[in-house]
């Protein structure tokens, strides 16, 4: 089936007999691994002219979208058992899952709609290090409940690390831009923390201040946590 939403709560536009082998259904989803430019549906909350498409979609307006280039790094297909499929999908971040799924659809010509999404991982978040609010609620009780916490500075592994000096305390502590001379950083350190989008500052103590990024040799704070 094919729907309005992409997945199995929204209305049916389409229905088809499914006359597909296992084996299409292999090699169309598998085809999907890589690069691809994938329309997003009409329900969601991309904006157009200032207006999010659902609100458009619950008017009966649909109005066209440009392709987005996403990518499928991989899919593992756990079971067949047509007309339903199951399957683990790692993708880059805009990916909509249920977009895949009708594509695939579209690719075998049945059509398809998405049934149900678990999602497993977020960037470093992963749902099997999880805790439930009850399990928290333990941790919390029996004093353990630190060992459980993730630093936000460990959220932005991916952006070097500066330390400051001393002489830089109360500007940071401040919530203050500095210059990248006044860090004492030379050579390729200093050229590093100048070239990147976003740079994780420390005061002189190692407390986490917060994310900087550089402009004309300037450090100015893009988010501060320090409080």
Known sequence: METDTQDTTGQILRECPVQVTEEDVRREVLGFVGDYDQIPPMYSALKVNGKKLYELAREGVEVERKARPVVIHEIEIEEIDLPRVTMTVSCSKGTYIRTLCHDIGARLGCGAAMESLLRTRVGMFSLADSLTLSEIEALAKSGEIAAHVIPPDAIFGDSPALTAPQTLDKKLHNGN???????????????????????RVYDSEGAFIGLYGCEAGIMKPIKIFFS
């Open 177 to 199: 831009a500095f210059a990248v001379s006044e860090t004492g950083l030379a050579g390729e350190a200093k050229e590093s923390v100048k070239r990147a989008e976003s740079v």
